[in-house]
């Protein structure tokens, strides 16, 4: 039902969403590897430093089915709906969009009556995706102007292409496939946009089939995972340019285009470079009318003892740094870098995007590292993953399980799942709170973190 | 030509219409901070404006089409029923927001964009009890300003009526883009965007009320009249 007044949660730029309250609780994809067949679940973590319950989790949701993999999820509305071409304010930040990426069930949960304890009120089954949009493996979710973006892996028989389809964010009605005309583009992974641009940006991943059973070697040393950024007339629904990052580039992923609208330029990692197993992170900005990349950042494998390598990378004798997730603060200064398989995090103050500075770093688990938790006695296993920032962007949160099965390769002992957060300073500086340890239930792996009323991947804004 | 009060409602219509961020002072604002100039602001009202009101001439002549051919007697009921009707179909209904338009857009794209935006609210439905007393004064007035001239008479009439309706659709644009000028410069230059937060109450339903309490109102007046 309308309200009589916008949403408290939403605000018409960054500048002014950095002022928001801090953030109670928070959202966490939890998928469930018990052998068991456990369904999968969304936790809900009391985030505020003033409870007894601070660092724990509070709340439970279990999926219906079993075999979903939680993974990216986001609300079905936000700061967007402020937008001036077209305006719907009057909505509430209230239901959490959940999808399962294996199953391609799409879960609608009601967080309004009890915050700790969402409901279930929709599930939007494989069949009728399939029917209506001819898309599965549903992945990244944005709330925009006028629908629920949603990206997807492959298509409705589990092949490709992968892309973009639309939900009605009253109905949560699957609308359709979003593209006109999709050029040559083919795998699909994340999108996102510049409003002020009227461009949508996509990423790739790879098709169903090429991600499901695990990294594939031969398709990775092939060059055939996704390398490519694909950039799209919003309005008009139509591809407009690609840019190649060179086959070498392996697996183009998270996009992180700066919050202010008037600024034309974003962030992207690229997970592994096959002649020397370095990740990437590659600036995107505007250049006689179309767009343009380049790399800013190399972060390189580091040498390691073979014996301590999973089987996949005893030959590199190196453990590569495999970053697999970015965060961009609200006022687009700081770039936040997960090296999942280095087992850090790193801190880069982005402020001239041309000219990254390191400022700070933190390690936890990694493959060699098992760097330990100041709060928590032993050895750490996975690494920085799926990373989240507050909205006033002295808060950072992660998880360590990146997929199911690419989780097994590189973690072959079995991840051992934990939440933590950082303390962002002004100055550039991270550090652990000790106080903020979350282990996971055996069974449970956490992956993405949403906050509560908004954070730095969750809205978008039309005002500077 | 009519009586004042019409045409004072009429402004005060434009106004109301103006006031409405989704009638575009908002998107003027937007553009503005885009381009980080005062003169984007002043560039986007005209389209928006002109966009505002075609639309309200599209239904000004569509009404004065049916006018011509159908008794006063036989119409209102129409419009009763059009007004309430629409006005509860928005207020159950609610809005899609396909965006056809968006931040990098020109004259064109504002026009065309605040045509559809009007034309969904029903903004020219509004102001249809007004023009419903105005058409029949303003063929008189012409009829009499030509004097008896009896095989001209449906032409003086109708050129009556368009005069009218123009009078109608200009005096409303004009309220309009003196208000949302007026929004538009306050916000753009020293209120600032953390209004929208509280201020931006939910114009649907305002307006889908006024649609419905406009059809009420000629309800009760038609009513009362008879009796």
Redesign the interface.
């Known amino acids: 039902m309308?309200?009589?007044?916008?949403d408290?949660s939403?605000?018409?730029?960054p500048r002014?969403a950095m002022q928001a309250p801090p953030e109670r609780l928070a959202y966490v994809a939890m998928l469930n590897v018990d052998t068991a067949a456990r369904p999968d679940a969304l936790g809900v973590v009391d985030v505020d430093p003033g409870s007894s319950r601070y660092g724990r989790l509070v709340g439970r949701v279990d999926m219906p089915k079993a075999g979903d993999e939680l993974h990216h999820f986001g609300w079905n509305a936000c700061s967007s709906a402020?937008?001036?071409?077209?305006?719907?304010?009057?909505v509430e930040r209230r239901y959490l969009i959940v999808p399962g990426l294996r199953s391609s069930r799409i879960h609608i949960l009601d967080t309004k009556a009890d915050p700790t304890q969402p409901k279930i009120v929709k599930v939007i089954e494989p069949e009728e995706l399939a029917a209506r949009a001819n898309y599965s493996r549903p992945h990244t979710l944005h709330c925009g102007?006028?629908?629920i973006y949603v990206s997807a892996l492959g298509n409705g028989a589990g092949g490709g292409p992968g892309g973009v389809f639309l939900m009605d964010?009253?109905s949560f009605d699957v609308l359709g496939q979003w593209e006109i005309d999709r050029g040559p583009q083919f795998l699909a992974y994340d999108v996102w946009w510049h409003?002020?641009?009227?461009t949508m940006i996509t990423s790739e991943w790879g098709t169903p089939d090429m991600i499901e059973g695990g990294l594939d070697p031969d398709l990775l040393l092939g060059a055939k995972y996704g390398h490519c950024v694909h950039f799209w007339d919003?309005?008009k629904r139509r591809h407009q340019q690609t840019i190649d990052l060179g086959p070498e580039y392996q697996l183009a992923l998270e996009l992180r285009p700066a919050h202010d609208?008037?600024k034309a330029h974003g962030f992207m990692n690229a997970v592994v470079n096959l002649t020397d197993l370095s990740s990437s992170i590659w600036l995107w900005h505007r250049r006689d009318g179309g767009w343009a990349m380049r790399k800013i950042i190399d972060i390189p494998a580091e040498p390691a003892d073979p014996d301590q390598l999973p089987p996949m990378l005893k030959g590199f004798k190196a453990v590569p740094p495999l970053v697999t997730d970015i965060d961009l603060s609200l006022d687009d200064r700081w770039l936040y870098v997960a090296c999942w398989g280095t087992g850090e995090m790193r801190r880069y103050d982005v402020s001239d995007p041309f000219q990254p500075k390191l400022t700070a770093s933190v390690r936890l688990g990694g493959i060699v590292g098992r760097s330990p938790h100041p709060g928590h006695q032993g050895a750490l296993n996975g690494g920085p993953q799926m990373v989240e920032v507050s909205r006033d962007g002295k808060r950072v949160y992660f998880t360590n399980s990146l997929y199911r099965s690419w989780d097994e390769q590189f973690y072959p002992e079995g991840i051992k799942s934990w939440m933590v957060k950082l303390d962002a300073a002004p100055d550039g500086g991270l550090s652990i709170d000790e106080r903020f340890f979350l282990r996971f239930d055996d069974g449970f792996r956490g992956h993405q973190i949403r906050l509560e009323g908004g954070d730095a991947s969750s809205d978008s804004y039309?005002?500077? | 030509m009519s009586d004042p009060w019409q045409w004072l409602a009429l402004i005060g219509l434009g106004a109301f219409h103006g006031v409405n961020?989704?009638m575009g002072w908002?998107?003027a604002?937007?553009l503005g901070?885009?381009e980080?100039r005062r003169g984007a602001v002043v560039a986007a009202l005209p389209p928006i404006a002109l966009g505002h009101a075609l639309s309200v001439l599209v239904v000004v002549v569509g009404f004065a089409a049916v006018h011509a051919v159908v008794a006063p007697d036989h119409l209102e009921p129409v419009l009763v029923a059009v007004l309430i009707g629409f006005g509860a179909y928005r207020l159950v209904r609610?809005?899609?927001?396909?965006?056809?338009?968006?931040?990098?857009t020109g004259f064109a794209g504002l026009a065309l964009?605040s045509f559809l935006m009007a034309s969904a609210h029903g903004a020219g439905l509004m102001l249809l009890p007004l023009l419903l007393g105005m058409l029949a004064p303003a063929q008189m007035m012409a009829l009499s300003l030509c004097g008896p001239g009896a095989e001209m008479t449906g032409t003086v009439a109708l050129l009556g009526s368009a005069g009218a309706g123009l009078a109608v659709v200009l005096v409303h644009m004009a309220a309009m883009l003196s208000m949302i000028a007026v929004v538009g410069l306050i916000v753009f230059e020293t209120v600032g965007?953390?209004i929208?937060?509280?201020?931006?109450?939910?114009f649907?339903?305002v307006w889908a009320a006024a649609l419905i309490g406009t059809g009420v109102a000629l309800l009760v007046l038609r009513s009362t009249a008879a009796a």
């Open positions: 309308a309200t009589w007044t916008p408290p939403f605000y018409p730029s002014m402020l937008c001036p071409y077209a305006p719907h304010p009057h102007p006028e629908g964010h009253d409003l002020g641009q009227d919003l309005r609208p008037t039309c005002y500077p | 961020p989704a908002l998107f604002v937007a901070l885009q980080g609610g809005y899609r927001h396909r965006a056809r338009v968006g931040m990098r964009w965007l953390g929208l937060r509280r201020g931006w109450v939910n649907d339903m």
